[in-house]
């Protein structure tokens, strides 16, 4: 079975700091990797994802993601954060990249960024 | 880019009553439709999948008689929670996904069901 770890329910940085939202995941086979955000009263939106090729993607606003095999890791990262990245982030796992597969979410992290 | 529409976005509803979420995906079809249910601090719990004109395919543990998962068009699938109660209570969010090649899915707002 598939799972993913985000280890800390919260993560707090200051405006113009650098950023990480930690991942790790379990498969058994190849993963999939993918990173959601959810603004408050909003639906998830995608914003980067690791299918195959380089281990560091970037994606959406500014985000990168730098996945890690050894580690089973998928941290999310951003050199300087905005108070409008404010929000909760969820990393997914699939392992099968498309078809009829689902993603498994971790439990979310809650960003926040004080200006 | 597609845009998946949800309604309602938060219902209040007495016990033993039934309770329709509708999802549209405005801008493309959504072969596959996948609901998750998130409770607080906790991950998105996937509920159940379908394809467009299937039956549904419920995860382990989701009552198919309670929630009632339709798929009829490529642009529309609903959850009707049948006679809520109150552990019921969560914020519903559906996806919807555009071919079985697709790696990305497009999610709904939510809908935040509160029974009394």
């Known amino acids: 079975a598939q799972s993913v770890a985000q280890p800390e329910d919260q993560v707090n940085v200051a405006e113009g700091n650098p950023l990480t939202v930690k991942c790790t995941y379990s498969v058994s086979g190849n993963p999939y990797l993918f990173w959601y955000v959810q603004y408050p009263n909003r639906g998830l939106q995608f914003l980067l994802k690791?299918?195959?090729?380089?281990?560091l993607v970037k994606g959406s606003y500014g985000f990168e993601a730098e996945f890690n095999k050894s580690q089973t890791s998928f941290h999310l990262k951003k050199p300087s954060a905005l108070v409008s990245d404010s929000a909760l982030y969820f990393c997914?796992?699939?392992?099968?990249?498309?078809?009829?597969?689902?993603?498994?979410f971790g439990k979310g992290t809650m960003l926040l960024v004080s200006p | 880019g597609a845009v998946v529409s949800q309604h309602p976005s938060w219902v209040i509803c007495k016990s033993g009553t039934s309770v329709k979420i509708e999802c549209r995906s405005l801008?493309?079809?959504?072969?596959?439709m996948f609901w998750y249910r998130q409770f607080p601090k906790q991950s998105l719990m996937l509920m159940a999948t379908s394809n467009e004109g299937s039956k549904a395919t419920y995860e382990q543990g989701v009552e198919k008689d309670k929630f009632l998962i339709n798929h009829a068009s490529l642009t529309l699938s609903t959850l009707t929670v049948t006679s809520a109660h109150p552990e019921d209570s969560s914020f519903y969010i559906c996806s919807g996904r555009r071919g079985s090649g697709a790696n990305v899915l497009t999610f709904g707002a939510g809908s935040r069901l509160t029974v009394l």
């Open positions: 690791y299918i195959t090729g380089d281990n």
């Open positions: 801008d493309f079809q959504a072969t596959t």
């Open positions: 997914a796992v699939r392992t099968n990249p498309s078809g009829y597969s689902t993603l498994t």
